[in-house]
């Protein structure tokens, strides 16, 4: 085999999994943040679900400027969910990391989750701590999680224990347990937590890594009630 043909075949360590819909305002910056963080051994993934702004030129701006980039869109409008099921088929990476279109990581977000999983091999999915902003950038808050496995089981039935947009998880894991269930959304994400966790470790980092963008027209605003109404649907299901 030749050095054309090795580089050909040689898969990143993490894919950063970016769902896009309407973000045309923040987008783009979701992007740079990965694109700029001190771990560079990533693909970005970035699925849009049939945007009617101008998100989907964005995306596609970014792919030509970074070969890392790698932008895929929806025939048809599918939801979040779905949408990420569909980056997770072409992911290729060993961690995935999640991203939503609308937040910024800090520059040593991926590198510090990197080196957790290399270092806590029992571990399948590791979060951390968020700053809130508003729509102008500005941090509001801070939101912080538990720490230790035993900390995250302990409060799991009782709330989401982790940031979605910011945990990376083993690919492998996934493997084993399947990827989201769209039976579930919008709490899609705190259905999987549970199967994952009866495969591996929980942890959360103690460092603050990414910021959280709420603003009044997000989809998560909108459907706070749904995703609560969700949620308690997975507790009763897998009490």
């Known amino acids: 085999m030749n050095s054309a043909e090795s580089f050909m075949e040689k898969k990143p360590t993490i894919t950063v999994l970016l ?57 048809v409008n599918l939801g979040g969910c779905k949408t990420l099921n569909v980056g997770l088929k072409l992911a290729k990476g060993k961690y995935i990391a999640r991203l939503d279109n609308d937040d910024w990581s800090y520059p040593n977000r991926l590198e510090k989750q990197f080196d957790f999983l290399e270092a806590h091999p029992d571990v399948g999915i590791v979060g951390g701590v968020m700053e809130i902003m508003n729509q102008h950038g500005e941090v509001t808050g801070k939101r912080k999680y538990n720490i230790s496995d035993q900390e995250i089981r302990n409060k799991i039935f009782r709330y989401s224990p982790f940031s979605h947009p910011l945990v990376m998880i083993r690919k492998s894991i996934l493997d084993k347990v399947g ?55 997975v507790r009763n299901q897998l009490q």
Request: aromatic share 12%; charged share 25%.
């Open 179 to 233: 990827s989201y269930d769209p039976t579930y959304a919008p709490a899609d994400d705190y259905e999987l937590y549970f199967r994952i966790g009866n495969e591996s470790q929980f942890a959360n980092l103690p460092d603050v890594i990414m910021r959280y963008r709420v603003i009044p027209s997000s989809i998560t605003f909108m459907q706070t009630k749904k995703m609560e109404l969700a949620t308690i649907n």
């Open 19 to 75: 769902s896009v819909y309407n973000a045309e305002n923040y987008v783009g910056i979701a992007i740079e943040s990965i694109l700029k963080q001190s771990f560079t051994d990533f693909e970005l993934i970035a699925v849009d679900d049939c945007s009617t702004d101008k998100s989907w030129d964005i995306v596609q701006q970014y792919m030509k400027l970074d070969s890392r980039v790698i932008a895929k869109r929806n025939e």
